[in-house]
């Protein structure tokens, strides 16, 4: 009886954590698909609604490393100052993993398309679970 019941322990704990893996999942690809929309509709403040709105916020990209919300929103800005340089965005989640219960580590391309060229590239996404919503705390995008 005691096997039994440690057996049904077991097996309601992994249902149990699949499931909130599951839950988590969904919740990152609606921050994610949020943000494509947000840049479709020409909204960089409301883009950057999924990033951790935070001075220790972390983004990497061809120009080194930079800290800070306010840092990376004024960067979105300054590079992407109408809809027309801001173009059509698409993202394509290629893994995400969970590394704990509050951090998902996440591998992806990204497409801009736009009249005056394309652009193309990889990212890397390390989200955490701040109260009960995601956010990108640091962005490694090349």
């Given at each position: ?67 800070g ?19 059509r ?40 679970k ?13």
């Open positions: 009886m005691k096997k039994l019941f440690i057996a049904g322990l077991v097996i309601f704990s992994f249902l149990s954590s699949f499931a909130q893996s599951r839950k988590d999942k969904i919740a990152i690809r609606k921050v994610l698909s949020t943000q494509v929309n947000a840049w479709n509709s020409g909204s960089i403040d409301d883009f950057m609604k999924g990033y951790w709105q935070n001075d220790s916020l972390m983004f990497i990209g061809k120009s080194g490393i930079t800290y919300w306010h840092t990376t929103l004024n960067n979105y800005k300054k590079h992407y100052p109408d809809t027309a340089s801001m173009g965005l698409n993202f394509d989640v290629l893994e995400m993993k969970p590394l704990s219960s509050l951090y998902y580590y996440v591998i992806g391309k990204w497409d801009l398309q736009r009249s005056s060229g394309s652009l193309g590239g990889y990212f890397t996404l390390l989200f955490k701040i109260k009960t919503n995601w956010f990108i705390i640091a962005d490694h995008t090349d």
